[in-house]
């Protein structure tokens, strides 16, 4: 069974640019999650899909990030324009169903460092 | 908010030696709390995953302990091996289906 996949997996991109990042779970997978490590801190929740909705973007930063989930499959998690401070390793997780989650864990992409210069 | 804790930042261990790992948690009000590890440039391993009804759990050389009471969980590590160096994360789950992680152990184990 492949497991979560993340590309690119390194984007270097100057400040103002559009990045795209996208994260394919594991088929069959309804929950997808976007997480974020910047630069001495902590891993960080941005959002939850539950299939192509959004069932919690609470920890997206601002306006300048755009996740999306089109026919529940892959996401994809847009920074237009990108700021210096966006540079950190964003994690994408995911899960069969909630209860899955709460028995089994996440399992985690290899994350796609981004740096922003 | 629940906030997690991990002590200590960085370790370093001669090979053999057994260590603990250290995370705690402000919030008791948790589904369960896994402990992951990552190496650099890699994304994170799922090692151990303890519900929140549970005390402890094992896998091989890895030993878990949660007390959910005091907020507290140990990640015990026999006979450490050179393989063993990478960073420690722990991290629980709320209600909200989503995961607190804490900083982080790196852990350096030395032949």
């Known amino acids: 069974e492949a497991g979560v996949t993340q590309f690119p997996s390194h984007s270097v991109i100057e400040k103002g640019q559009t990045v795209t990042l996208r994260c394919d779970p594991i088929s069959g997978h309804d929950n997808l999650y976007w997480y974020r490590r910047v630069m001495g801190k902590e891993i960080k929740f941005l959002l939850h899909f539950v299939k192509e909705s959004k069932q919690d973007e609470s920890g997206m930063p601002n306006n300048r990030f755009l996740a999306e989930r089109t026919g529940g499959t892959y996401s994809t998690l847009k920074v237009q324009p990108a700021e210096l401070e966006d540079s950190g390793v964003y994690f994408c997780?995911?899960?069969?169903?909630?209860?899955?989650?709460?028995?089994?864990?996440?399992?985690f992409g290899s994350g796609t460092r981004l740096t922003v210069v | 908010k629940q906030e997690v804790t991990q002590i200590p930042a960085a370790l370093s261990v001669p090979e053999g030696e057994n260590l603990v790992l250290n995370c705690s948690f402000t919030d008791s009000a948790i589904y369960n709390l896994q402990w992951f590890r990552q190496d650099p440039g890699k994304g994170l391993t799922s090692l151990l995953l303890i519900q929140s009804s549970q005390r402890e759990q094992t896998s091989g050389r890895l030993n878990a302990s949660l007390d959910k009471s005091s907020g507290r969980s140990t990640l015990y590590i026999a006979a450490s091996q050179p393989g063993d160096s990478a960073t420690y994360l722990c991290a629980v789950k709320t209600g909200a289906n989503n995961l607190f992680f804490g900083t982080g152990t790196r852990l350096t184990v030395i032949p």
């Open positions: 997780a995911s899960s069969e169903t909630k209860a899955t989650a709460s028995l089994n864990g996440y399992t």
